[in-house]
Nanobody, 115 residues
Framework: VQLQASGGGSVQAGGSLRLSCVAS????????MGWFRQAPGKEREGVSC????????NYADSVKDRFTISRDNHANTVYLQMNNLKREDTAVYYC?????????WGQGTQVTVSS
């Protein structure tokens, strides 16, 4: 499945962004999905994941209570609402199946948080 993330940008600390991930080539409705991020000089890490039905979600401790993952299977789209952004959230954000297995990574979307 091909995935395209969008919605990133530059915001000040405390601000909000909503990321979207649109799938093409295959339906997402049977797939668990996740958001991942990679900061400069660091390895890619998992941020959040959501079950195929959307009734189960998980978050990294660093984003818990600030980020919310959701999905619209009719629109073949996964979202990440990010509130109270911090400088340490600066990274390129990607979506992928969860786990990613061998599914290719899209280009990601840059999120930059300034103080």
């Amino acid at each position: 499945v091909q995935l395209q993330a969008s919605g990133g940008g530059s915001v000040q600390a405390g601000g909000s962004l909503r990321l979207s991930c649109v799938a093409s080539g295959s339906s997402l409705k049977y797939l668990s999905m996740g958001w991942f991020r990679q900061a400069p000089g660091k390895e890619r890490e998992g941020v959040s994941c959501i079950s195929a039905s959307g009734d189960s979600t998980n978050y990294a401790d660093s984003v818990k209570d600030r980020f919310t993952i959701s999905r619209d299977n009719h629109a073949n789209t996964v979202y990440l609402q990010m509130n109270n952004l911090k400088r340490e959230d600066t990274a390129v954000y990607y979506c992928n199946t969860h786990p990613p297995y061998n599914n290719p990574w899209g280009q990601g979307t840059q999120v930059t948080v300034s103080s």
